[in-house]
């Protein structure tokens, strides 16, 4: 199997092969399906983007993955899942309607570009502006006023 491993693209997103679990629906209702599924995955526009294939998401952007809507990042929350222990490389997403992923990824450096991403990107969803820095922990705001805020991989603002 060809996977992709994920980077910036052109547009500024990240995207590649991501194996994914949905566990919860809501707080209160587990996911019908939780079998995991191999889905090439796309961090744009402050959502996540499934899709079948990388082939799909270039031909027919619209085409999600089982029809599903984006998924919206803002006040979502990413985690590395240190507590699933029957797979590799997992992390956690948590969204604000109490819907919950799993996420398997190849290996423990494309794991932490995604959590990485997708932290940055939920923040941002979640409103950017000079009263950000003030909710986040002493140590992130002395990363933020670094000089290079964007150091580790760079997610294109448009
Ligand atoms: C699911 C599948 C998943 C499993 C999930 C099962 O069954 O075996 O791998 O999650 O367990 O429901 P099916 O493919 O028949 O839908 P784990 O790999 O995390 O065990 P769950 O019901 O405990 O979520």
Redesign the pocket.
């Known amino acids: 199997m060809n996977i992709k491993r994920p980077g910036p693209s052109e547009d500024g997103v990240i995207e590649g092969s991501l194996i994914r ?1 949905h ?1 919860w629906e809501s707080t209160t209702k ?2 019908s ?4 599924s191999a889905v090439y995955t796309v961090l744009k526009g402050g959502s996540l983007l499934f899709y079948k294939d990388q082939k799909n998401f270039k031909t027919q952007p619209d085409a999600y993955f089982r029809g599903e809507n984006p998924v919206d990042l803002s006040s979502g929350n990413v985690e590395v899942a240190s507590d ?1 222990t ?2 590799k490389n997992v992390f956690r997403l948590k969204l604000s309607s109490g819907g919950e992923y ?1 996420f398997q990824a190849r290996d423990d450096e494309e794991m932490n570009l995604w959590v990485r991403g997708i932290q940055e990107v939920s923040l941002e969803a979640a409103g950017a502006g000079p009263s950000r820095a003030q909710t986040l922990p002493a140590s992130s705001m002395e990363k933020k006023d670094e000089p290079k805020k964007r150091g580790f991989f760079t997610l294109k603002k448009k």
Request: net charge positive; aromatic share 16%.
């Open positions: 679990k566990e587990k996911a399906n939780r079998s995991w699933y029957k797979k799993l």
